[in-house]
């Protein structure tokens, strides 16, 4: 015998994530929700809104800042966790490259693998035992192996061949000192729920995810955005293209793709007819080998 | 898929080890256009592929850690959603190897509709291996439909005598295990023969594909019918307002439906109060039902914190239930120590008094007297717990007759379990 609820798809997909936000919350000591101004984080703290007002929130929303950000991405941070009254910690990866914590192979190399050191940083000085993230199964075949409570180990690292056995909707968020959880409430999540959700509940995102008109060169299959960290090499040609992003993340590895979509409706059409992956048809930083994202989250990436 | 009612269907795949589980579900995807041109070309630069040149290795599109292509075996449940128009999927590969159970326990748990795969070409008289026997008891003691698929036919040229001994077989474990009318399909998962749509390769079969058996699923019970059952799992305080100063309780509906006005009880000693307001983010609710994440407010200061259970209609707490377990600790059950049972939000203090019986994967018979738990094992358990649980039965109510068990000095998950009886 088979059970089910009547609610519709996107309401199914909320409440869930209501669910796992409170348990997350009420299972942990020391909580954070990584916000970083993102589409999908913004959906995340929508979704916080929800499970806790008209409390406050229960956690801190906490960046992890490569200081590569695309123009309007960190204002758009600031401004959200001011209006809404919620406090904001960011860590900088530029704090562990003094430290040296993080050395870059030159001054202008990705720092987007140096988050990960910048991220375990910031959970050991705050004590953090839980982070909150909007991370997705549909993302990424290492994260669609990923558990909703993701236990990691004191090192911050995954260890994907021995997960803690996750049984329906009960979560043990049990912890050993020094060990934290990452927990992902957006985990059964599409890239065209998330849109058609933003759409549904109006949220506001920054302007650089819709069509606007932006210097790329061309690299391979991408359109790689010219910025002060990634300039045009000598003699290739710069072109001035109507572009949006569908992931934003470090400048070094992010491209944005062509498209005229000026609105969340007509990114939910084209995001119904798109033949490349979000992640595929955006990020550098998968490509540098077939197992990139599991490597990273050994290695404590979120 | 528009935001529209879809039915929604989760499906697990079972069997033993290359079976062909990943290859299945990446034949599903791939023929459903449910997988993007990028991850296609990704699938035939692989490494570690299996395939002939110019072809596939789909087990890829599930099997996406680098141990598991280097070894061509699933270790851990992989997650992946697609829509028809009629139905949006959830399909969840899980691995085959006994090592790897409790993975597999996992991705069942999450899963309304289990597809059990067999080797139609290994099978020695039509005797079917241990890991079929234990995952199809375990799919269905989990409260999963259960879809047998008859897979690599084309390795017995789509002979219908060798199709009907392997029905044979999967019909007498079904009766044993009290599956009634199970479908059973002969597939071939690599070509997509009768996956996606039927083919012509067995013209002697008359049962539709794999995938219109799956999408014509019944809906089942509709939770919002059964009785209600609210665990806590927040206590909200709200402050300020005179009109707002007192206290709600924050949690999802595990089944039911609740009205402003009705009576509701608390806990095991069933303190009846009234619901006054239902509330969530934006919106004051008149009622609320199985799914919704809501906040319920109380006529009077009722004294329940987070575990404690709000009910309507009958509910039968008690101290002593019954339970099936499956263990999934690495370490053995300990009958001296003390494990926490969690249901819903709620962790009570448990022992476990006696082992009524142990399957015999090899024959699924009971085995009788005091055993160790070990890992894998599947067995009747008599329980005890320090304060009474509600002892709805799983048959009857998944979302309340679930628990698991955790060993509090490792934290490790012990045990998922399932409510019987109660005594």
Known sequence: ??????????????SEAIYILREAAAQSRNPALLF????????????????????????????????????????FRDETAARLGERLVVAHVEESIQRGSVRLASPTASRNAAQAVTLLEAIETHGFDLLLGGARRDEDKARAKERVFSHRDAFGAWNPKSQRPELW?????RLQTGENFRVFPLSNWTELDIWTYIEREKIALPSLYFAHVRPVVRDGDYWRPVTPVTPAAE??????RLVRFRTVGDMTCTCPIESNAADVSAIIAETRLSTLSERGATRMDDKVNEAAMERRKREGYF | MTQAQTKLVRIVTAGSVDDGKSTLIGRILHDSQALMSDQVDALSNARFSRAEEGDL?????????????????????????????????????????????????????????????????????????????????????????????????DLVNWSQKVFLEVEESLRRLSRSLGITNPAIVPINARSGDNVVSKSHAASWYEGASLLDILQSQGEGTDLSE????????????????????QRGYAGRIASGQ?????????????????????ETYD?????????????????????????????????????????????????????????????????????IESVLHIRDMRDLSEVRGDQALKLNDIALVQLQTQTPILADLFQDNPKTGAFILIDPDTNQTAAAGMIRGAT
């Not at chain 1, 015998?1 to 909320?14: A, N």
């Open chain 1, 1 to 14: 015998m088979t059970f089910f609820s009547r609610l519709l798809h996107l309401d199914r997909l909320e």
């Open chain 1, 36 to 75: 970083s101004g993102g589409k999908d984080s913004a959906v995340l703290l929508h979704l916080a809104l929800k499970a806790f007002r008209p409390e406050r929130l229960p956690f801190p929303l906490l960046h992890v800042d490569t200081g590569h950000n695309f123009e309007g991405v960190t204002q």
């Open chain 1, 169 to 173: 909707d009960l979560y043990n968020g």
């Open chain 1, 235 to 240: 003699g290739q040609l710069v072109e001035n």
């Open chain 2, 57 to 153: 290795d789909l087990s890829f599109v599930t099997d996406g850690l680098e141990s598991e292509r280097e070894q061509g075996i699933t270790i851990d449940v992989a997650y992946r959603y697609f829509a028809t128009p009629q139905t949006s999927f959830i399909v969840i590969d899980a691995p085959g190897h006994e090592q790897y159970t409790r993975n597999m326990v996992t991705g069942a748990s999450n899963a309304d509709v289990a597809i059990v795969l067999v080797d139609a070409s290994r099978l020695h008289q039509g005797a079917l291996k241990v890991q079929t026997r234990r995952h199809a008891t375990i799919a269905h003691l989990l409260g999963l439909k259960v879809v047998f698929a008859v897979n690599k036919m």
């Open chain 2, 226 to 245: 059964l009785p209600f059952r609210f665990s806590i799992q927040r206590v909200v305080r709200v402050d300020g307002h005179t009109r707002d100063a």
């Open chain 2, 258 to 278: 609740v009205a402003v006005g009705e009576e509701v009880f608390v806990g095991p000693n069933r303190r009846p109060t009234k619901i006054s307001r239902i």
């Open chain 2, 283 to 351: 919106q004051s609710l008149e009622r609320a039902e199985a799914g919704q994440s809501v906040t319920l407010y109380t006529e009077d200061e009722v004294d329940a914190a987070r575990g404690d259970l709000l009910t309507r209609g009958e509910a039968t707490y008690a101290k002593r239930v019954t339970a099936d377990l499956c263990w999934l600790d690495d370490q053995v059950w300990d009958p001296r120590r003390r494990y926490l049972l969690q249901q819903g939000t709620a962790n009570i203090t448990a022992k």
